[in-house]
């Protein structure tokens, strides 16, 4: 893409990686008198434009928290829907996400899904492996605790069979082990429905993001609302914990 190509609203490099909390789907369809379905049905739609608005403007990568480990304890009705809806996304969008130049990447413990949705999402990880634009993650029966726990186990495994020093452990080590290795840190997270907290989504990433909350319900956020929270994001001074005037 040129720099014309470019939206003027992320122009600021420093915005790599957006991270979503997608969340207020329930409500949104309780508002509406339809059932918690219609509300997650409405919600695939808003992804939908929130990737093709990201692709667009040129924000490199972009994490979204479709469905948390301690979803599980929802009903077994919801939780069916949930899958239902993540298998047909899966079928549905593989070739478009290609067509749009999109790399995809889940993050989460897989186990929990048949073998279905587990083959339709390595394919399509595989399928879409050579792109080039947009990074799009998607962290389902994501935990945040989880995510640490399987880095240590594997850093752990690596310390028994002599591979690494224990005193070798340190914090770029750790990173690698994480689910999101090798991508630019989360420079903004954004989470809907008015709830002002992570619910044990991205821990170890967001040491240092830019936390934006709406009031807006996910089926309801959209294109405008995404470049207001990237615009509040670029009036954010970032010091990391150093004084601006000693750098
Ligand atoms: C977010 O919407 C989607 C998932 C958690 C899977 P919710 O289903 O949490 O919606 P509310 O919070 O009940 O409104
Ligand atoms: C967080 O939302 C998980 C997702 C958006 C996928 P929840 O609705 O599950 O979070 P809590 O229960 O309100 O903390
Ligand atoms: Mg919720």
Same mark, same amino acid.
């Given at each position: &893409?040129?720099?014309?190509?470019?939206?003027?609203?992320?122009?600021?490099?420093?915005?790599?990686?957006?991270? *979503?909390?997608?969340?207020?789907?329930?409500?949104?369809?309780?508002?509406?008198?339809?059932?918690?379905?219609?509300?997650?049905?409405?919600?695939v739609q808003?992804v939908r434009e929130i990737v093709k608005?990201?692709a667009k403007?040129?924000?490199?990568?972009? $994490?979204?928290?479709?469905?948390?480990?301690?979803? &599980?304890?929802?009903?077994?009705?919801?939780?069916?829907?949930?899958?239902?809806?993540?298998?047909t996304v899966l079928k549905q969008e593989t070739k478009k996400l290609n067509d749009n130049n999109i790399r995809l990447?889940?993050?989460?413990? &897989?186990?929990?899904?048949?073998?279905?949705?587990?083959?339709?999402?390595?394919?399509a990880?595989?399928l879409l492996?050579?792109n080039?634009g947009l990074?799009l993650?998607?962290?389902?029966? %994501?935990?945040?605790?989880?995510?640490?726990?399987?880095?240590?186990?594997?850093?752990?495994?690596?310390?028994?069979?002599?591979? *690494?020093?224990?005193?070798?452990?340190?914090?770029?080590?750790?990173?690698?082990?994480?689910?999101?290795?090798?991508?630019?840190?989360?420079?903004?997270?954004?989470?809907?429905?008015?709830?002002?907290? @992570?619910?044990?989504?991205?821990?170890?990433? @967001?040491? %240092?993001?830019?936390?934006?909350? $709406?009031? $807006?319900?996910?089926?309801?956020?959209?294109?405008?609302?995404?470049?207001?929270?990237?615009?509040?994001?670029?009036?954010?001074?970032?010091?990391?914990?150093?004084?601006?005037?000693?750098?």
């Amino acid at each position: &893409m040129s720099s014309e190509d470019q939206a003027p609203l992320n122009t600021n490099s420093a915005l790599k990686h957006i991270a *979503i909390i997608m969340d207020g789907n329930g409500r949104w369809a309780k508002a509406k008198h339809l059932p918690r379905a219609h509300g997650h049905q409405k919600g695939v739609q808003t992804v939908r434009e929130i990737v093709k608005h990201c692709a667009k403007i040129g924000v490199g990568n972009l $994490t979204l928290f479709a469905f948390s480990s301690e979803n &599980m304890k929802r009903s077994s009705e919801e939780v069916g829907v949930l899958f239902k809806l993540f298998l047909t996304v899966l079928k549905q969008e593989t070739k478009k996400l290609n067509d749009n130049n999109i790399r995809l990447k889940i993050i989460g413990d &897989m186990s929990v899904f048949s073998a279905e949705i587990q083959a339709l999402a390595s394919d399509a990880e595989k399928l879409l492996s050579h792109n080039t634009g947009l990074t799009l993650v998607i962290a389902a029966n %994501y935990g945040g605790q989880w995510d640490i726990a399987q880095a240590a186990k594997k850093i752990a495994t690596l310390a028994s069979e002599g591979q *690494i020093q224990v005193d070798d452990i340190d914090i770029d080590i750790f990173e690698k082990h994480t689910a999101l290795a090798g991508l630019p840190k989360v420079d903004l997270l954004i989470r809907t429905s008015g709830e002002i907290r @992570i619910s044990n989504f991205l821990l170890w990433d @967001i040491a %240092y993001s830019e936390l934006f909350f $709406t009031n $807006t319900l996910w089926p309801d956020f959209g294109p405008d609302e995404l470049d207001e929270a990237i615009l509040d994001f670029h009036s954010r001074d970032r010091r990391f914990g150093a004084r601006k005037d000693e750098n």
